[in-house]
Structures are given as structure tokens and as C-alpha cells.
């Protein structure tokens, strides 16, 4: 039954994090995980698995001016929604994006609008500050949701493994870097969300040492990042330009003898790249 009227969505804050939690941990099904740590629930599942880093996490937003959504019912926090927003090079044009980042409904209010009234709420909010564009990289299971609410395939590429043995180190400069200076190159290579997105999590929603970047830099024209992945592989981020990749596979040798990332159809027999999955973002543009 839907539960129209009975529903506020609103600007979450710090007081609502413990309801946040709960969302999450709700579409958690091992039995033992109250007794795991909060370092291995943040492994299992991120910041959103714990009070202690999901308020981490939460302040991170806030202090970048993101919004984060929240479904009420009573005085319960049934669904969350993070947006990130930001300008960036999308389909080879700047244009400001509102990337649809995280999206949970608490498992015992799903099927009662409450996902679509969070996005609804979100294309409101992305209208109001003049995004062009509003995107979602959906996991398998919620594909039929936003296709639901009319979101169409924008932009397809392929998640590849590749080995960095095939590749010769090229000299960079090591170093961390602003938005700003990334804002307008094109995300070639991890792009699996927003490039905003990639950057934020590289940069700034850096938790207790989990998530610290290996290796940062400018190699020729590009900037780059390489990490360790939460599922322990190693990954690689490009802004740039696609002639840079093999020499940061070359310097990403030094971590790993295979990295995972994100790269277009064109770019997968010139780095004779295993082909994983495809990886789909979807999208409404704003009129
Ligand atoms: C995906 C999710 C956010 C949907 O929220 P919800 O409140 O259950 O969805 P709603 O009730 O608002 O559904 C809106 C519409 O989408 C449809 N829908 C919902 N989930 C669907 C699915 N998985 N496949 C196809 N259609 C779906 C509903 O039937 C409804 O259709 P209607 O408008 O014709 O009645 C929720 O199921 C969830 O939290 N899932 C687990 C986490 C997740 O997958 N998050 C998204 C990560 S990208």
C-alpha cells in the first residue's frame, strides 16, 4: 500500500545518523555482523555500517555542501538518499551534474514509494541548482527501479581487470589535487560513477586509514590516482588523457600485479583488458 502523505522527505543533519545506520544495516544478512568491529563493517560495506564512520562520512558531506535526503515516517528515518553536485566533463561537455550517489530504503518500508518520493525530491533539487543532468550507476537489483522512474542508458563502459606486468613505469609527478584542477579533463579511466564522485572518495571521504590512496600524481597531461579497492584489489583513476593510461599501469606495478577499472570499448584490446562486467549509467536530462 502506499503510504502517500505519511511520508516527509527533508535535509538530513547529524542527529539523523543513527536512523541512517539502521537503513543500511537493514539490507545486511549475516548473522554475526553486531559482533563484528567497526573497521570490518566499514570494510564490508563502508562508512554507512557504523555510527562512528557513517557521522564521519555524513560531516564530509555537509562540509562540502552535498545534500543528503532523508524519508521520514513519525520520527523514523525509513531511506536515505546522497547526492554529490558538481560540474564536470560528461559525455565531452562541462556541465553540472547531480550524481544520485547512495540510495537505501529501510528493507521493512520498501514497495511504499518511498524511493521514488527520495528521487523525485532529488530532480527538485537538482532543477533548483541548475544541473543539466541528474546520474545514477545502479546495482543490478535496482536497475528496474530507476528504469521505472524513466531514467535512460547515458553512458556505458566496461569494468576490466588488467595485468601491470605488461607495462613500463613512465616518470610523474607525485602529488594530491584540487577539483578544480581535474574538473574539466575527461574521466578516462575508473569512471563507474560521477568523475566528482571518484574524486570526492580519493580526496576527502577518507576513513581510518581504509580507504588511503596509494599513489597520486601528474603523469603527462593526466592526473591520476591509484588505491586500494574495498573488495582489497587494486584500482586506478584517469583524468585525462587515454594515451597516459599504460605508463600509470606501469607505475601501479609497483602495488599490484592486476588493477580493476572502468575504461571505454575502444581502450580494451590496446590494453588487452579482461572484460568483468559492463557497467551502465543511467540518466534524466533536466529541462
Ligand atoms: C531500490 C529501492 C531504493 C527502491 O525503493 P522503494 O521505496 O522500494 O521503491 P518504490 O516503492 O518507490 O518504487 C517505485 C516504483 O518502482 C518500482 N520498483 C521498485 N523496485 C523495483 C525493482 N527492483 N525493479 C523494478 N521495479 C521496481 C515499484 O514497483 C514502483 O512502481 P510503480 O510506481 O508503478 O508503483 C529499494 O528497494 C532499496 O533500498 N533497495 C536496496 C538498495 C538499493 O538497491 N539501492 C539502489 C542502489 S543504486
Known amino acids: 500500500m502506499p503510504l502517500q502523505g505519511y511520508k516527509m522527505i527533508r535535509e538530513a543533519t547529524l542527529d539523523d545518523t543513527m536512523g541512517i545506520v539502521k537503513c543500511h544495516l537493514s539490507d545486511v544478512d549475516i548473522p554475526e555482523y553486531p559482533r563484528l568491529s567497526v573497521f570490518d563493517r566499514y570494510k564490508y560495506g563502508g562508512p554507512w555500517m557504523s555510527v562512528e564512520t557513517c557521522s564521519i562520512h555524513l560531516n564530509y558531506m555537509f562540509l562540502h555542501n552535498q545534500p543528503v535526503l532523508v524519508a521520514e515516517i513519525g520520527n523514523e528515518v525509513v531511506g536515505e538518499l546522497e547526492l554529490l553536485i558538481e560540474e564536470e566533463m560528461f559525455l565531452k561537455k562541462l556541465r553540472k551534474v547531480c550524481n544520485a550517489d547512495v540510495l537505501i530504503v529501510h528493507r521493512d518500508f520498501r514497495g511504499k514509494g518511498i524511493g521514488k518520493a527520495l ?24 536497475y528496474g527501479f530507476y528504469k521505472r522512474l524513466g531514467y535512460k542508458k547515458l553512458l556505458e563502459n566496461y569494468v576490466v581487470k588488467i595485468s601491470t606486468g605488461n607495462f613500463d613505469p613512465e616518470d610523474a609527478k607525485l602529488c594530491s589535487f584540487s577539483w578544480e584542477k581535474v574538473k574539466r579533463l ?14 570526492f572518495s580519493s580526496f576527502v571521504d577518507l576513513i581510518a586509514d581504509i580507504d588511503k590512496i596509494l599513489e597520486a600524481g601528474r603523469l603527462g597531461k593526466s592526473y591520476y590516482v591509484i588505491r586500494e579497492l574495498p573488495n582489497g584489489f587494486g584500482g586506478i583513476y584517469v583524468w585525462g588523457h587515454e594515451k597516459d593510461i599504460p605508463g600509470i599501469l606501469g607505475r601501479a606495478k609497483k602495488y599490484f600485479s592486476e588493477v580493476i577499472t572502468a575504461i571505454s570499448r575502444d581502450l580494451i584490446e590496446e590494453l588487452e583488458a579482461e572484460i568483468l562486467r559492463r557497467n551502465i549509467i543511467l540518466g534524466k536530462w533536466i529541462s
Do not use: N
Not at 523525485?120 to 541548475?130: D, P
Open 119 to 142: 528521487m523525485q525530491k532529488a530532480e527538485e533539487f537538482a532543477k533548483a541548482k541548475g544541473c543539466d543532468v541528474i546520474l545514477v550507476t545502479p546495482e543490478d537489483r535496482s
Open 186 to 199: 575527461e574521466l578516462v579511466a575508473g569512471r563507474f560513477q560521477s568523475s566528482y564522485h571518484h574524486w
